[in-house]
């Protein structure tokens, strides 16, 4: 299984984007799905999950302007970011925990100019 993330980029502050992680291989049924972000020398803290039944979980920082959705049927998880900061400028990878393991995506950047 591969998970290839999309839908980076540069925008300016206050503008959205929505990113898009699909999974690739074999029969794909993950359990919760999340974005993570990494800013430069920082850690990478999770910013939104949602699990098989659509309970979602949101990082402080983002509630209220991001939201996670996910497609079971297509084994996709994406991101809708509005109003975006200049903080919210990292790599933003996606993670699937499945019955077989832990996948990870090769990230996305995202950079919001001020």
């Known amino acids: 299984v591969q998970l290839v993330e999309s839908g980076g980029g540069l925008v300016q502050a206050g503008g959205s984007l929505r990113l898009s992680c699909a999974a690739s291989g074999s029969i794909f049924k993950p359990n919760a799905m999340g974005w993570y972000r990494q800013a430069p020398g920082n850690q990478c803290p999770l910013v939104a999950s949602?699990?098989?039944?659509?309970?979602?979980y949101y990082a402080e920082s983002v509630k209220g302007r991001f939201t996670i959705s996910r497609d079971n049927a297509k084994g996709t998880v994406y991101l809708q970011m509005n109003s975006l900061k200049p903080e919210d400028t990292a790599v933003y990878y996606c993670?699937?925990?499945?019955?077989?393991?832990?996948?990870w995506g090769q990230g996305t950047q995202v950079t919001v100019s001020s």
């Open positions: 949602i699990t098989r039944s659509s309970f979602t």
């Open positions: 993670k699937a925990d499945t019955d077989t393991g832990i996948y």
